[in-house]
C-alpha cells in the first residue's frame, strides 16, 4: 500500500483487516486538509495504521493507534516509526478498543478516525466512550468509517454528526462538539 508522498508502507495478510481504500482516505484528508498539520491524531480500530501513517505524512504532532490485533500492532509500529519525523511522536496501544480508551483519560485529540471491522457491535459504545472520556478536542473532529447496511450514524449529547460521505459501499460520518 502506498501513502501520501508515495510512501510504501506494510499491511496485515489475509483479511483480519480492511484497509482504508485509497479513495476514502484521500476524501478524508482533502476534507480535513487544513487541519492535520500539528493535530494531534488518534487512530481507534488502527488495522496496519494507514490512516495513521498518512496523518504523520501530512505533518500531525502526534498519532496514537489502538489495534487489538498483535501482529497488526507490530505493523502499525513499524509503518509509523518509518514515516515518523524527529518533532513528531506515536504511541500504539494494543487491546480491545474500548478498554484501551480508559487509558488515554485526560488525552484530547484533534482528529480522531474510527474504522471497525463494519460489523462490529460498538460503533455507539465507542462515540459514547469518546464523550465520557472527553477526548475530542473543543474544536476537533471525528470521523467514522462505516456500511451503511450494517449500522446508521447516531447523534448523542455532546457529539454532532455534521456530515455524511458516502463511497461505494463505505460511508464516512464526520462529527464535532456540541456545548457540553
Not at 501513502?3 to 480535513?32: D, H, M, S
Request: net charge positive; hydrophobic share 40%; glycine share 8%.
Amino acid at each position: 500500500m502506498r501513502i501520501y508522498g508515495n510512501r510504501q508502507i506494510k499491511t496485515l495478510a489475509g483479511e483480519q483487516t480492511r484497509p482504508t481504500l485509497a479513495k476514502v482516505r484521500e476524501a478524508i484528508f482533502n476534507i480535513w486538509q487544513g487541519q492535520v498539520q500539528g493535530c494531534v491524531w488518534l487512530d481507534l480500530c488502527a488495522g496496519s495504521g494507514s490512516m495513521g501513517a498518512e496523518a504523520l505524512c501530512r505533518g500531525a504532532m502526534k498519532a496514537v493507534g489502538i489495534e487489538k490485533n498483535p501482529r497488526g500492532c507490530r505493523i502499525i509500529n513499524e509503518n509509523w516509526q518509518k514515516v515518523t519525523k524527529e518533532h513528531q511522536s506515536f504511541q500504539v496501544l494494543k487491546g480491545d478498543v474500548l478498554k484501551r480508551m480508559e487509558a488515554l483519560g485526560g488525552d484530547r485529540f484533534d482528529l480522531i478516525y474510527f474504522d471497525p471491522p463494519y460489523a462490529a457491535k460498538f460503533y455507539d459504545a465507542v462515540l459514547e466512550k469518546v464523550i465520557a472520556l472527553d477526548l475530542l478536542n473543543p474544536d476537533g473532529e471525528m470521523a467514522v468509517e462505516y456500511d451503511p447496511k450494517l449500522w446508521q450514524p447516531i447523534e448523542l449529547e455532546g457529539l454532532k454528526k455534521i456530515k455524511d460521505k458516502h463511497y461505494g459501499k463505505s460511508a464516512i460520518a464526520f462529527y464535532c462538539r456540541t456545548n457540553l
